[in-house]
C-alpha cells in the first residue's frame, strides 16, 4: 500500500514537471517564433507606433524602418496584406493584399501599389 502511495505521489510530480516544461516551451515558441517581443519593444519605446488594425501584434513584421530622430515603421507585413505608413491624420496607413495583379508592385515603393 505504501509502495502505491509513493508512485502515485511520483507520477504526480512527474506529470507536474511535464506539464509546466511543456508550458515554458509553448511561451518560448509563442514569444520567439512570433514578433510578438519586437513588437512590444516598439511600441514601448516610440509612443507613436501602432499596430495597424487589420494586423496583430502576434504577426505584424515591420520590414522598413525610419532611420531619423524617431523609430517608427515606414512598411510592414503580415500574413496577408502588405502595409505603407502614409503620415497623414486621415489615414494613417495604406495597405494593400499580398495576392494583389499590380503591375510593377514592389512591395517597399508605395507609388507602385495599385488602387483595388
Not at 11 to 32: P, Q, S
Request: glycine content about 4%; some cysteine; hydrophobic content about 45%.
Amino acid at each position: 500500500m505504501r509502495l502505491m502511495t509513493r508512485l502515485n505521489m511520483l507520477l504526480a510530480f512527474a506529470k507536474r514537471r511535464l506539464f509546466l516544461g511543456l508550458t515554458a516551451l509553448l511561451l518560448a515558441l509563442a514569444m520567439f517564433a512570433t514578433p510578438l517581443v519586437s513588437n512590444a519593444v516598439m511600441l514601448l519605446m516610440e509612443r507613436s507606433n501602432f499596430i495597424p488594425a487589420q494586423s496583430s501584434i502576434w504577426t505584424f513584421e515591420p520590414y522598413e524602418i525610419n532611420q531619423g530622430s524617431s523609430s517608427y515603421w515606414l512598411y510592414g507585413e503580415d500574413r496577408v496584406n502588405y502595409y505603407s505608413f502614409t503620415y497623414t491624420p486621415e489615414t494613417a496607413y495604406r495597405l494593400i493584399a499580398k495576392n494583389n495583379q499590380c503591375a510593377g508592385f514592389d512591395k517597399r515603393d508605395v507609388r507602385t501599389w495599385c488602387t483595388p
